[in-house]
Every structure is written in C-alpha cells, then in structure tokens.
C-alpha cells in the first residue's frame, strides 16, 4: 500500500489539473500570445508542481513515518532524507 | 509578433513532454506505485518546468531586448524585470 | 535539549563559511568587481544555503522524528510538515 | 566600470545584513536554539539571498544591456543569458 491511496483522489485531481495547464500553455503557444503571458502561465504550473511536492512528501511523512511500524518508519525516513537532499540540492 | 515564434515548434514539443509526464504521474497515482518513485517523476518535471522557463526567457531577451528597437527594447527590458522579480521571489 | 546538538560543530562550521563568503562578495562589491563574477559569487552563496537547510532538516528528522518518543514525534512530525510547506512554498 | 556601481551602497548594505544574519544564525547553534526557529532563519535567509540575486541581475539588465552601445550590449546579453540558466538549473 502507498501512502498516496488514502489522498489518491486530491492528487489525481491536482495532476489533471496540472495536465490542463500544459495544454492552456500550448494553446498559447499556438495562437502567439505574448511572452510575458506564457512566462506568467508556466510561473503558475511551478507553484503548482511545488504545491503537489509538498502534498506527495507530507502525505509519505504522515504515512511511512509518524503511523509506521518501528522498522517500516527506519526505511520511511531514510527515504525521506533522499528526498530533501533531491529537493534542496 | 511574439518572441515565441521563431522557436515556437521546440518550446511546443517541450510543453507536450510536460504533458506526457502529467499524464505517467497520473497512472502512477492510479497504479499506486510507490510514493518515493512519484515523487522522483515530480522532481523531474520540476526541473522540465525550469528548463521551460530559461528558454522562454532566453527567447524573450533575444527577441524582445537584444534584437529591438530602441522604443521596443525598453518596454522588453520592463517585462524582463517583472519575469526577473517574479521568478526570484 | 535541540537537534542540532549533535551536529553543532559542523552546522557552525557551513554557517561561519557562508559568512565568510558573504565577506567576500562585500569585498567584490567594494572593488568593482565585474557583476558577472559577483552573481557567481551568489549563486555559490545560495547553493550553501540550500544545502544548510538540507541538514537542519535531516538532523531535525532524525532527532525529533526518527528517535522520538511517540507523543515528542508527533509534535516534531507538525513541525516538520510546517518546515516542508515554508520551504516548497 | 562594473554595473553595481550606481547602487554599490545599496548592494553592500543587502549584503552586510546578511552577514548579520549568518551571525545570528551561528549565535541560534551555539545557544542551542530550537531547530525549528533556526530554519525560520534560515529560510529568512534564502529570501534575502534571492533579493539580493534579484537586484543584481536587474542592474546587469540595466547596466549591461538597456543602456550599453551595440557591441557591449551583446557581450551583456550572453552574460544574462548565462546567468539565467544558471540560477533556472
């Protein structure tokens, strides 16, 4: 089981909405609209991945660290220390 | 006319790659991969989100700063500044 | 009793570097150095910074969630989750 | 003539704060602060490395490639393009 079932239907939700960003900014792209609109576009779908990276790493937190089992938590925070290192290099 | 134009097919192709990484994240979701694997497909889009962003901004000096008009460059020069400020928040 | 006990000496060592190198931009600055260098100078300083925050939080997940018992980890479980929305923001 | 000339007193004076904030973020581990206030710091800390960043590249912009002659401005442009992609990375 992934930590991701419990709030499986929030992050699909986020993911879709993602994906409908993506083809807002190719339709842009299409049509020429200006460059400071799309850069304000794709500014938005950063704060949008950030947002889903926050919610993906608490839910792994809640999950595999604060409810694990003592040895299931050993391997969720060294997972988790991966992470922040990937996330703050 | 748009800065975007000249390498409009590129950055498309760019944002459709985007696309069909929502769109894996998604299935991954669905599929209940585990969350240190979805989270590792997110850090990537992060930084195809990033690399979006430098060359839309590339485009954007070249065409709207470098190659302008005196009149037009310093209104390219204005949005620069914004996108700078935006981005380094 | 902090989680950055353990690591002290070592936190205080990046710190003490990171201000040295402050001093050091202080001294470009000063002298005129040309702004392409001093950006380096910086984004040198923000890697440093991204990187001290990477052990605060690890040493934080450690000591206050890997070892902690139950009713401390929760509380550093909240803070943890605080940290990771202030720092994907 | 470097392009921090103009604002060198108010460069240096982002910097010197800075500086102040590394000292008491080394005070902070010394009198063994609680982690969670030192990130709090720390992430003050980040902010200001990236306003600084900010008004660096803006001078540059200013400096380098708004008011610079033909030949100039195009050595300004590949440094700023330079720059973005380093800090976009």
Chains 1, 2, 3, 4 share one sequence.
């Not at 239907?9 to 609209?33: C, D, P, W, Y």
């Not at 926050?54 to 937190?61: F, S, V």
């Not at 999950?63 to 290099?89: F, N, P, Q, W």
Request: negative net charge.
């Amino acid at each position: 089981m992934s930590h991701t079932v419990r709030n499986k239907t929030r992050l699909i939700a986020r993911v879709r909405r993602l994906k409908g960003q993506m083809e807002a900014i190719e339709r842009a792209l299409e049509s020429e609209v200006p460059c400071a609109d799309i850069l304000n576009q794709v500014a938005s779908v950063r704060g949008a991945v950030n947002g889903l990276t926050a919610e993906l790493i608490e839910d792994h937190i809640r999950e595999h660290v604060a409810k694990a089992e003592e040895g299931a938590r050993e391997e969720g925070v060294a997972e988790l220390v991966d992470v922040i290192r990937t996330y703050m290099r």
